[in-house]
């Protein structure tokens, strides 16, 4: 019988496609209870106050209020994730304009609305700081009194001795020092990374309801549905167990959507209303509120030969925390561990330093750290090829990484595919072609970063209809995993794809508190593992109750394409059917997969990426009208979902490079809406062309690579390299908007 077709690196429709286009879907916002009531926050208008007073009576008057609840109610309370240092409502001191300070539970949105209103706040303002070199002073405000006091934090990596300091995290390799000491050249430039939002179409949501058993029942917009039921168990003060988180798609996510949020707040008010509550951000909410990318001052010194050989790096990262630490994992790189590129150099030392300020909390923004990292990198460069006279390619050339060398930070690589990765971006792009005309310019820009890993399962069901059911916890923020685990069953089951499903379970059904969800370029690595992991303890399972019936020893039996048969009495077959209803007993046969992934640093991916712009000298306008990218890639399991993440990627980069910032004025957000936040649309997007280098050494299933965070990075690099090269004008801050450009000029004639 021959082998079923592979559908491995087969472009099948999404296993969820259906769902969302028809408007099945559920997402948290769509959650229908009986008896549910609205929740709304009341937030701080200061960036920096105590708060001496707060008379809520009147808003409970208002018709329709069912609960009240002030932070003077439940003082204490602290949420977050490595650190736990959010007030869940503040109590004592508010640190941002946004802060949550008091919420209300009533029938309808308007009259929640209206019982805010209602209700009185006194404050007695506080000096407040908002640049994170500012808040690094001697004479700067403190935001927190005894950040070693909150639950969570690595002490070791806790700043003390640096004001509003909250961690360091280092990288280093050689003699950094000796390495400039070496150097013909040295140069070093300063580089601004303004706030940018996630800009996913769901907004931040939670649903709580709590039973009559005590249970507490969450929907929540989360791509961490176990480690969300961890912080909010803390928050509360209750045991995990009494939690349940329920399976809802998540509408989007790109890094922001791993925490609480309002869950907490929910619970209170749904525990003194004794009625299931919502609370639905606007976004206008998020934007002022939620928890955007870390605004960033980066540093970077590098020293060189006068042939163009890199010795040297220095690079200091300044990263904004803002008012609270608790929207991320503290050891998390936020960018520092790919900052070396991919590149040659003998002597590093780089750092990330988190400090807080009086805006907007920090969070994780798609390859968190990374774009701000590269931006400053990869600029840079630029500048160093420049002042050496080489062309910025050909510096990039003569110092890339190739097979078998340490990187930056002293990790040697395996199937390095770098040179072959930025040559056939040049190429794509015409690189030494002519210029179309006069004030065009070309810059390009590079990454490399590894798959992620981590702990992870799945259960396996073979059902008594020859069928497949995969259960996770994860569901799917937009990646395309179920997807991806559909095929991965698919493949090593021998079975067509309608044979197959994948079911997202709540956290009652996970058999381990291990699963760390989406994030990091991981969820195909984890998940696709664990399947194949699943599929084969499955197998074994079948084959041996195969060979039962077959009367035959196990390693006669053939298992292909969903039938069983004696390798040497070809003349009866069994189906799955029969040997599952024998094996399970006349029920399905289930089999749980856990696994506990670590990162192979040593196999890695690269991006190179080139932009072609046209600059308007007299206003400053910049004309994105070519950008290609070109991927070092494994085996592709789903080419149109592999192609969906590298044009979004870069979509959203492009909007970070041109047009997106959260702008703050003495603390208060002044793009309030998607009126003033410019996220990108069609008609900003030029034509994009994606090469793919292939590879066969991923550390993936079926030798994958990571794709979800490699699109998505150097584009502001590589569009203000390009910028730079068609009228001469660096800009060291994003966006890169008209009016920068044309202040430049101006400064320049």
């Known amino acids: 019988m021959a082998k079923a077709k592979s559908v491995i690196g087969a472009s099948i429709p999404r296993a ?111 000096p407040a700081v908002f640049d994170p070199l500012a808040a690094m002073q001697p004479d700067a405000p403190r935001l927190h009194d005894n950040v070693a006091g909150y639950e ?43 706030i940018r939002h996630q800009g996913y179409i769901e907004t931040s949501a939670g649903v709580v309801a709590i039973g009559d058993d005590g249970r507490i029942q969450v929907w929540i917009s989360t791509k961490t549905p176990l480690a969300t039921r961890s912080q909010v168990a803390k928050a509360i003060g209750v045991p995990e167990e009494r939690i349940r988180l329920n399976a809802v ?117 798609r390859a968190p750290g990374a774009l701000q990292a590269m931006f400053a990198v990869e600029s840079h460069i630029d500048l160093v090829a420049r002042e050496l006279d080489m062309d910025p390619a050909k510096f990039r050339l003569k110092n890339i990484i190739g097979e078998g060398e340490e990187n930056a930070l002293g990790v040697r690589l395996q199937g390095v595919k770098a040179r072959a990765t930025l040559q056939a971006a040049l190429d794509a792009a015409g690189w030494k072609r002519p210029k179309p005309g006069p004030n065009y310019g070309r810059g390009v820009a590079m990454y490399e970063r590894f798959t992620g890993a981590g702990p992870g399962w799945v259960i396996l069901t073979s059902e008594t209809d020859g069928s497949f059911t995969l259960l996770t916890v994860n569901g799917d923020q937009g990646t395309g995993l179920r997807t991806v685990l559909c095929q991965t069953v698919a493949e090593e089951m021998g079975v067509p794809l309608e044979q197959v ?89 289930s089999v749980t997969a856990k696994i506990e992934i670590a990162i192979e640093r040593s196999s890695t991916s690269f991006v190179a990426q080139v932009a072609e712009v046209e600059v308007d000298p007299e206003t400053g306008q910049v004309k994105l009208h070519r950008f290609i990218t070109a991927h070092d890639v494994g085996t592709i399991i789903n080419p149109i979902g ?26 208060q957000v002044t793009t309030p809406h998607l009126g003033d936040y410019k996220l990108p649309s069609i008609a900003d997007i030029p034509r994009l062309k994606t090469v793919l280098v292939h590879s066969d050494s991923g550390p993936g299933p079926y030798e994958a690579k990571a794709i979800g965070e490699m699109a998505n990075v150097s584009p502001p690099a590589a569009i203000a390299n390009a910028v730079a090269d068609a009228v001469g004008v660096r800009l060291f801050e994003l966006p890169i908007t008209s009016e920068k450009v044309y202040n430049a000029l101006r400064d320049r004639r």
Not at 28 to 38: C, E, Q, S, Y
Not at 76 to 101: A, E, M, T
């Open 501 to 589: 499903r994948v079911v997202v379970g709540d956290t009652d059904a996970a058999p381990f508190n291990i699963d760390i969800g989406f994030g990091g370029s991981r969820s195909t690595n984890i998940g696709g593992r664990a399947v194949i992991q699943a599929c084969s303890e499955l197998r074994e399972k079948l084959v041996t109750q195969a060979a039962q019936t077959l009367d035959c020893p196990k390693d006669q039996v053939v298992y292909r394409a969903g039938r069983f048969w004696n390798r040497e009495d070809r003349r009866r077959a069994l189906s799955l059917r029969e040997v599952v209803a024998k094996a399970g007993g006349g029920g399905p046969i």
């Open 16 to 126: 969820e496609g259906a769902e969302k286009v028809s408007g099945r879907a559920l997402y948290t916002a769509d959650v229908k209870l009986p008896g549910m009531l609205w929740g709304k926050v009341l937030r701080s208008p200061h960036p920096h106050a105590r708060i001496v007073r707060i008379d809520a009576s009147r808003a409970a008057e208002v018709e329709g209020v069912r609960a009240v609840v002030t932070g003077k109610d439940v003082p204490g309370l602290l949420s977050g994730q490595s650190i736990r240092d959010i007030p869940v409502l503040c109590w004592d001191k508010v640190r941002f304009v946004g802060d949550r300070v008091a919420a209300v539970a009533a029938e309808t949105p308007d009259a929640a609305e209206e019982a805010l209103g209602r209700i009185e706040v006194e404050y007695d303002v506080l």
């Open 152 to 194: 969570g934090p690595p002490q070791e990596l806790l700043i003390p001795d640096v004001p509003n300091g909250l961690t360091r995290l280092t990288w280093s390799k050689g003699n950094v020092e000796q390495g400039f000491r070496e150097a013909d050249l040295v140069l070093e430039h300063t580089f601004r990374i303004p």
């Open 249 to 365: 798609n998540v509408g989007g996510d790109f890094g922001g959507k791993c925490g609480p949020m309002d869950v907490p707040i929910a619970y209170l008010l749904a525990q003194k209303a004794r009625r299931p509550v919502k609370i639905v951000m606007t976004y206008s909410e998020e934007l002022t509120a939620g928890n955007p990318s870390h605004p960033s001052v980066i540093t970077v010194r590098t020293g060189v030969k006068r042939d163009g050989r890199m010795v040297a790096r220095y690079l200091r990262a300044v990263h904004s925390t803002g008012a609270y630490g608790g929207h991320k994992p503290i050891r998390a790189s936020i960018g520092g561990a790919g900052t070396a590129g991919p590149y040659r150099i003998d002597h590093t030392f780089m750092e990330a330093i988190h400090v807080y300020t009086n805006t907007v909390p920090g969070g994780f923004w």
């Open 642 to 667: 592999h192609q969906g993440q590298i044009d979004g990627g870069a979509v959203m980069a492009i909007g970070a490079a041109l047009m997106e910032e959260i702008t703050v004025e003495n603390g």
